[in-house]
């Protein structure tokens, strides 16, 4: 994450907004068929990645004294489901 910042920085001059708008699913299987390393795959993109990047260009924001986050949520997580457990 600090690379993606650092770039940015770099190319743009300053990281002005932060949309976290990326998500994964898991192939919609039953609980006890997902798979440890499925899981892992599908918290390091939908938990994980939504708590680096910010902490990764929070400090530019401040430095610059302003700056914006936008994190974006599925509706699956309103709602329960047979499969998808991950």
Same mark, same amino acid.
């Given at each position: 994450?600090?690379?993606?910042? =650092?770039? #940015?920085?770099?190319?743009?001059?300053g990281v002005d907004?932060? @949309?976290?708008? %990326?998500?994964? $699913?898991?192939?919609?299987? #039953? @609980? %006890?068929?997902?798979?440890d390393a499925e899981?892992?795959?599908? @918290?390091?993109?939908?938990?994980?990645?939504?708590? $680096? $990047?910010?902490?990764? @260009?929070?400090?530019?924001? $401040? =430095? =610059?004294?302003?700056?914006a986050m936008v994190?974006? #949520?599925?509706?699956?997580?309103?709602?329960?489901? %047979? =499969?998808?457990? #991950?």
């Amino acid at each position: 994450m600090d690379r993606v910042t =650092a770039t #940015a920085v770099e190319r743009f001059g300053g990281v002005d907004i932060l @949309v976290n708008n %990326a998500g994964i $699913l898991d192939s919609m299987s #039953a @609980v %006890a068929d997902v798979t440890d390393a499925e899981w892992e795959r599908v @918290v390091r993109v939908n938990l994980t990645a939504l708590f $680096l $990047l910010p902490r990764a @260009v929070l400090p530019h924001m $401040l =430095a =610059a004294g302003r700056g914006a986050m936008v994190n974006t #949520a599925s509706e699956a997580s309103l709602r329960g489901s %047979a =499969a998808g457990a #991950a």
